[in-house]
């Protein structure tokens, strides 16, 4: 005769199973709060080692917090100056020409003008849901600007309780919580060479090749380069098919600059730039890239790479090894 098993949950286990699945939901909730929280640290990582050297200096660390935003904000402010007028013309002629580019073009990428007009129609109706998210994203920065801000000055203290939380290993969670920030410190700082470099060397090539809006396609090449593997991508396209209405061969040459361009950042400024910063399989970045954009979006994508480090070297403490070194093996 077989015996029958019971299985007993107790009041405990199905609180326990309650409470964890809350707190799931509750995160997913606020899961933008968190992404805004998760940015702030990447720059608090970015600005502390300016902050720590101007207060070795005697510099009140408030005051010190308050000159790396003057500097950073000022080096902002005089690199717009200089270009905003250009940048101004060149976007506008950009935006009044576009619906004559996309016409010339329709022929040859074989879609229909019908669906062209359609889609640029759609899109005039549209101004004033893009100014309100421009307004939105404002108001982020200032909110991630703030946050920033508190995080380096509370620093020391968040430092304390997170080192607490672990009182049996102290020495081994300073020493992890300490990598997490040098290496999104360093990447950070990193992507902004990165930026500036391509953006710097694809104005060059534009410019030497005579394409028209050189300026907004330049500044959109070294944006995009904070997307990994597929930005540099996206970003020769319009390049190419603004070079392409002029002249199919000036087309060639364009394909051909961001691609000489894309192999130099590949093989020597990558590795010069970031050799501070943590390097990824390129698998894996496309795989967390796939993932952040599925799950929150544009956000998602571009915080991917970042989040995906800090998850690896949690896994390196854990596991006890170096999962660079062992993908540099295989």
Avoid: C
Wanted: without cysteine; proline residues 4%.
């Amino acid at each position: 005769m077989k015996t029958q098993t019971s299985i007993d949950i107790s009041h405990k286990t199905i609180f326990f199973i309650a409470t964890f699945l809350g707190i799931l939901w509750l995160l997913f909730q606020i899961k933008e709060v968190i992404l805004i929280l998760f940015v702030a640290i990447i720059f608090m990582s970015a600005l502390n080692p300016i902050v720590e050297s101007l207060t070795k200096r005697s510099v009140p660390k408030g005051m010190a917090i308050a000159l790396a935003y003057v500097v950073l904000i000022g080096i902002i402010v005089g690199l717009l100056t200089l270009i905003i007028t250009p940048l101004t013309a060149e976007t506008s002629n950009l935006l009044f020409s576009l619906p004559q580019t996309i016409q010339k073009l329709a022929p040859t990428l074989g879609v229909d003008k019908a669906v062209i007009q359609q889609e640029l129609s759609n899109a005039s109706q549209h101004v004033l849901s893009l100014t309100l998210a421009v307004f939105s994203n404002f108001l982020t920065l200032i909110s991630i600007a703030v946050l920033t801000f508190y995080l380096i000055i509370d620093r020391d203290r968040l430092y304390k309780l997170i080192i607490s939380l672990s009182p049996n290993q102290k020495e081994r969670t300073e020493k992890l919580v300490l990598k997490i920030e040098n290496k999104l410190g360093a990447w950070l700082r990193g992507q902004v060479i990165l930026s500036l470099v391509i953006g710097t060397m694809s104005y060059t090539l534009l410019f030497l090749l005579h394409i028209q809006y050189a300026l907004p396609l330049s500044i959109l090449a070294g944006l995009m380069e904070v997307v990994p593997v597929i930005g540099p991508i996206v970003s020769a396209i319009p390049a190419i098919l603004i070079a392409y209405v002029e002249s199919p061969a000036l087309a060639l040459f364009v394909g051909l600059g961001f691609f000489a361009i894309q192999q130099l950042e590949n093989h020597f400024i990558v590795p010069q730039v970031m050799k501070r910063a943590v390097g990824l399989n390129p698998l894996i970045v496309i795989l967390a890239i796939a993932i952040g954009g599925k799950l929150l979006g544009i956000a998602g994508g571009l915080l991917a790479v970042p989040i995906t480090v800090v998850i690896q070297i949690i896994l390196e403490d854990f596991l006890n090894i170096d999962l660079d070194t062992y993908s540099d093996k295989k």
